[in-house]
């Protein structure tokens, strides 16, 4: 049986019962398509050697200018590809696994206040009219992008919006706490679109309309998770405990909230500063 084959006859299926989030499915069945687009899902599953992989990466990454990130995220689906046809005893051995991962580097974008202001105006020009309240519940609230698209008008307090355990990465439900300043945007843009459906959203993809705000403000190197690092970033500037800025962000441990401050050149001149010997 070919890699091909594998995956319509055994692995899509498979997916669709681990998958709890028709989102997280669409993307992985994106991934299984562009890996069935390469010669490597012609081979048959028992004569994939680890070189086969290894050549697999190197061409995806060259064709696709993709990250080191995305390309050990190739090679984990390769991976569990073949971990699955061993549990279905289809083949013995997963000649893949031993195919290092790139050390990754974590992104640290953070937008500073003349950024945000000019990300928001180019949001507010846009075509897509529900693009600004998006962005902006990003910024206000840290949330991720899946839980603000698909967020329901029925979970919204007066500044809070209720997740449930399947909303999120981490499988625990949690109430995310939204800023006056936030809720008024949102109301106001509720007041103005209003639907019988309890969906706050119509869309549930601003990848276009957000590239192209970010392109027209300047702001090549941004992507739309880096709005959640910023407001991590921001809050804890002001002296936020780091234990309120995990419980906002949905994170299982400090440690997980550290990785997404970052603390900027201006701000550490800032404190430096303060110093004085004498």
Do not use: W
Not at 69 to 77: A, D, E, F, Q
Not at 136 to 163: D, H, P, Q, W
Not at 189 to 210: E, G, L, S, W, Y
Not at 265 to 272: G, P, Q, S, T
């Amino acid at each position: 049986m070919t890699l091909s084959d594998y995956i319509d006859t055994f692995y899509k299926e498979y997916l669709a019962l681990k998958r709890t989030k028709a989102q997280n499915l669409k993307h992985d069945i994106g991934t299984l398509n562009i890996i069935k687009s390469y010669p490597i899902s012609d081979m048959e599953l028992d004569k994939i050697k680890k070189i086969d992989g290894e050549k697999f990466l190197l061409k995806i990454q060259k064709d696709r200018d993709v990250s080191y990130t995305t390309v050990n995220r190739y090679r984990s689906t390769l991976v569990a590809i073949m971990n699955n046809a061993i549990d279905e005893e289809v083949i013995t051995v997963n000649t893949l696994r031993g195919i290092r991962k790139h050390k990754e580097t974590p992104r640290t974008e953070v937008l500073t206040n003349e950024e945000i202001q000019r990300l928001l105006q180019s949001c507010m020009l846009s075509a897509n009219k529900e693009l600004y309240t998006v962005v902006s519940l990003a910024l206000y609230t840290g949330m991720r992008y899946s839980e603000i698209v698909f967020m329901m008008k029925s979970r919204l307090g007066k500044n809070n919006y209720t997740l449930t355990a399947h909303e999120t990465k981490s499988r625990k439900g949690r109430d995310v706490a939204i800023p006056t300043l936030a809720m008024n945007i949102l109301n106001k843009f509720m007041d103005a679109n209003h639907t019988d459906t309890d969906r706050v959203f119509t869309f549930t993809h601003f990848k276009n309309p957000f590239d192209k705000a970010r392109l027209n403000a300047g702001l090549e190197h941004i992507r739309f998770h880096d709005l959640r690092r910023t407001f991590a970033t921001h809050l804890a500037g002001t002296g936020t405990p780091a234990s309120i800025i995990q419980n906002q962000l949905g994170h299982c441990s400090l440690k997980m909230t550290e990785v997404y401050l970052s603390v900027s050149l201006e701000k550490r001149v800032e404190e430096i500063e303060k110093l004085c010997y004498k």
